[in-house]
């Protein structure tokens, strides 16, 4: 869940990343593109894609994360001081 005006600063995994967002809107940076974020989107991240969302609706954003692991996927964020 993101609260408005949230984000999730740019990173990457060593393994891929499926992100379904069920409600709320924002922008999604993959690699060197931007994405909008709407209700019911979706993104498939490969292993090692930097990547990062925001919420920059009104609402709350509500997603699902997948890795393909038992586990929340370690988390290399591209600057250390935003994490």
Same mark, same amino acid.
């Given at each position: 869940?993101?609260?408005? /005006?949230?984000?999730? %600063?740019? +990173?990457?995994?060593?393994?891929? @990343?499926?992100?379904?967002?069920?409600s /709320? !809107?924002?922008?999604?940076?993959?690699?060197?593109?931007?994405y =909008?974020?709407? @209700?019911?989107?979706? &993104?498939?991240?490969?292993? /090692?894609?930097? +990547? /990062? *969302?925001?919420? !920059?609706?009104?609402?709350?954003?509500r =997603? =699902?994360?997948? *890795?393909?692991?038992? %586990?929340? &996927? &370690?988390?290399? *964020?591209?600057?250390?001081?935003?994490?």
């Open positions: 869940v993101l609260e408005p /005006g949230q984000e999730v %600063y740019r +990173h990457h995994h060593d393994v891929e @990343e499926s992100l379904i967002f069920l /709320g !809107t924002g922008i999604a940076s993959i690699a060197n593109n931007t =909008l974020i709407s @209700e019911n989107s979706s &993104a498939f991240i490969p292993p /090692g894609i930097v +990547h /990062g *969302f925001q919420n !920059t609706g009104a609402e709350r954003m =997603l =699902l994360v997948v *890795f393909p692991v038992p %586990y929340f &996927a &370690a988390t290399r *964020f591209e600057d250390p001081e935003r994490q």
